[in-house]
């Protein structure tokens, strides 16, 4: 099953500790921040998904008595701790971000609120989740706003890294701006749009490229796509044009062409002119291969006459960027804040809330991380989502599709550019550096 | 579950050719290769691994009640078809590299040879398990060739792309040369041995660093692994010398430390020093943070004393060469070999075998691509593993394990290196030349 629900899919480190706080009675409330460090280089803003694959997690938490067995059988455990985990269900609050709202670094962007037990065991499997999802949204809405008014197409799947992966590629990016997935059990799961066309296999499979077109469009009738690069791409195109009249006379319409290699300026460009030549101007030409947001920028640029894109490996591995450093970092623990001071690592303690502030246009102006305790000028972003447990409501991907528009017009014009962009401004309330100088004082 | 089994995690369009060779009767036997068309300019081999899990998926492939109803409703197919899917199984034969083989560019590491719709649905899941674990284990193998006789641990389950990538990702990386993990879920599924020590949130949730030292030792007496760098590094190091002498007068050894954060050579250098002045010379360490084979390789040739490293993100999502690109191709349909000629991604048509030719030494001289019923000298490295649709045997991961030492063992020292490599010789047979030519001159 994707999501993945088992509980021992953590690191062992968590039960390690977990027996430590059994062994001591260390069960008192703890607050954990799930952060970015830093954004990559590539990266102006970062898009938060995966929200909902994590509260199902947190809802559906608790060990079967098959891992029970496996861990007092593996030594490691002793049987009290073992026989106190048969019980063990999430508890807390969760505060976070809603899918598809632009982060930046250091902004919190979900915090758990639940004994220490429970809030440090699932820390593993909530970065695992919100990470891979925020990674391909980020990199999605890069595509989106390379490419206005385009079709774009998750086309990703087999160079996904796992069945998860594949799938949550998906989601992640119709939420940030694509029309839909090549992915089936996405759409049977989360309802996206599918699209599809042929494999070269197809061609390959006949001997004779035109009838493999005509046996391809039979059989489909309501959504003919062709593949034109098998063997040679304008050759191809110039076959639809009796083709086309052919299959009219049967009903049937060509909706459009595929090309999957080559120099896909040149190649669109000429299968556009021999199309429209043969007065075949209403199909339209989607293009694949390689792409990223890099690519479609630059075909763009160069006039190519592409109207749609299947985007695939480098969206669903985000391979100029393949991960985020997200971290998930205990800020409270018994009432009193925490922090660690490790070198390049250190984090700022304490319950936090993030204010966005606006231009007069609506654009964003500035970010400021305080303390929950005092409230700021701007929007706070962090919002309940989880009490007690239980999940407070559900968004459909169309409110966050929705959102994602809204976030990403009001980005500042040079954050939205694919180069490597200024830092948006986050500022540091003077209570967060109050509150780190007296820990380091205090903790030893 | 892990690995996920539906069949509808697959592209649209593997379903949509379905459709046209239904509809056409089209169910003579295919061939299809699966291979690397190219290597990262960053690696010099690869290690073949996923194939276990790539056979309990076509042993188990089979639609469900639910997706033959999702299916018939989702208004693209017709019902007769949707109807015929209910008795699909895979039953046809597969020939591979058994896993942990060294492998190069256009060598086809599997084989399919299947009714084509068979051969044709299992493409996008065939290369996304067999894709991401040749990644992972080809990324630990040079992790291993940079650290020889250290113990090396996987960490990265939090920023592996999802579950599956997580959990596999173990797997990979412990039949490439690892001694472990530290995800819980591999050690139950695979038997993978797991290692963990503690996070900076149980130091942090003390007041006092060395109280959380002492409660840790004593809730887990057996496995006691500090981690030191939570405030500062060298302070805490010292207050072991203390510590280890109070935990002995309890029977508790202090086995290891943990430096996760800064200069690793020259914190890990000064810990051994004072370590070792205060008496604790078999106090191991263990160094984790941002670690791949370009920083083992530095770390150790700087003289760091580190007994053992966690590699975690840069493994997991193999973040210098985040994807390859494997690919799944039809060579041959009823009886009659077949190829693409799409630009730059041009395929070698028929049944092929990769003869492997070593030295004298035993040391990997040359490759051979050649026909298969051309027997070439050299070991043939495709084997059948499956016989109309049944596994022939199953491998322990101890015995891949053993291969993989083998192998690793008999590369030419040229492509150990972490850097740039000549590219290993692979030779194309005259028969496959010929075969091309020919076939390039009847398919039109």
Redesign the interface.
């Known amino acids: 099953?994707?999501?993945?629900t088992?509980v021992?899919?953590?690191?062992?480190?968590?039960?390690?500790?977990l027996?430590?706080?059994?062994?001591?009675g260390?069960q008192e409330t703890?607050v954990?921040d799930l952060f970015a460090r830093r954004l990559p280089p590539e990266r102006g803003f970062l898009l938060a998904a995966g929200l909902e694959q994590a509260l199902d997690y947190l809802e559906n938490l608790h060990f079967t008595p098959e891992?029970l067995d496996?861990l007092a059988g593996?030594g490691?455990f002793d049987s009290r701790f073992v026989d106190s985990l048969a019980k063990f269900r999430f508890t807390g609050t969760v505060h976070a971000l809603p899918e598809g709202t632009v982060f930046f670094a250091n902004e919190p962007i979900l915090r758990v609120t639940a004994p220490?037990p429970q809030a440090?065991l699932v820390?593993?499997?909530l970065?695992?989740?919100i990470?891979?999802q925020t990674?391909i949204a980020s990199k999605a809405a890069r595509c989106a706003l390379a490419a206005p008014g385009k079709l774009l197409v998750d086309?990703g799947?087999?160079?996904?890294?796992?069945?998860?992966?594949?799938?949550?590629a998906a989601r992640a990016a119709y939420l940030a701006g694509f029309g839909g997935t090549?992915?089936?059990?996405a759409?049977?799961r989360f309802g996206i749009p599918?699209?599809?066309?042929?494999?070269?296999?197809?061609?390959?499979?006949h001997?004779?490229?035109e009838t493999a077109f005509e046996?391809?469009a039979?059989?489909?009738p309501?959504?003919v796509v062709l593949l034109l690069?098998?063997?040679?791409t304008e050759a191809a195109a110039r076959k639809l044009i009796p083709l086309a009249a052919r299959l009219q006379a049967r009903g049937i319409v060509i909706k459009g062409v595929r090309i999957?290699?080559?120099?896909l300026a040149e190649h669109t460009r000429r299968v556009r002119h021999i199309l429209d030549e043969g007065g075949l101007d209403r199909i339209t030409i989607f293009a694949s291969g390689d792409l990223d947001e890099y690519r479609l920028q630059s075909l763009l640029a160069e006039g190519a006459p592409i109207d749609g894109f299947g985007i695939g490996?480098?969206l669903?591995?985000?391979?100029d960027a393949?991960?985020?450093e997200?971290v998930y970092?205990?800020q409270e623990?018994?009432g009193?804040p925490?922090?660690?001071?490790?070198?390049?690592?250190a984090t700022w303690p304490g319950r936090k809330q993030v204010y966005r502030r606006l231009t007069t246009d609506g654009t964003f102006a500035e970010d400021y991380l305080g303390l929950e305790t005092s409230p700021q000028p701007g929007e706070p972003l962090l919002r309940p989502v989880m009490l007690d447990g239980k999940r407070l409501s559900l968004e459909s991907l169309d409110t966050v599709r929705q959102r994602v528009r809204t976030q990403l017009a009001a980005l500042p014009p040079a954050l939205r550019a694919n180069q490597t962009v200024p830092t948006y401004p986050v500022s540091i309330a003077p209570e967060l550096h109050e509150l780190t100088d007296q820990l380091d004082r205090?903790?030893?």
């Open positions: 099953m994707i999501p993945e088992s021992l899919l953590t690191d062992l480190y968590q039960l390690t500790m027996q430590t706080y059994h062994t001591e260390m703890a954990f891992e496996w593996c490691r220490l440090q820390e593993s499997r970065i695992n989740l990470h891979y990674l086309f799947l087999r160079r996904a890294h796992g069945a998860e992966a594949g799938l949550l090549a992915t089936v059990l759409g049977m599918l699209f599809g066309t042929m494999a070269h296999s197809l061609i390959q499979a001997d004779c490229e046996h391809f039979a059989a489909q309501s959504n690069d098998t063997y040679d999957d290699s080559g120099d490996t480098r669903d591995a985000s391979t393949p991960t985020l997200l970092k205990l623990y018994a009193r925490r922090r660690k001071r490790s070198e390049g690592k205090e903790v030893h």
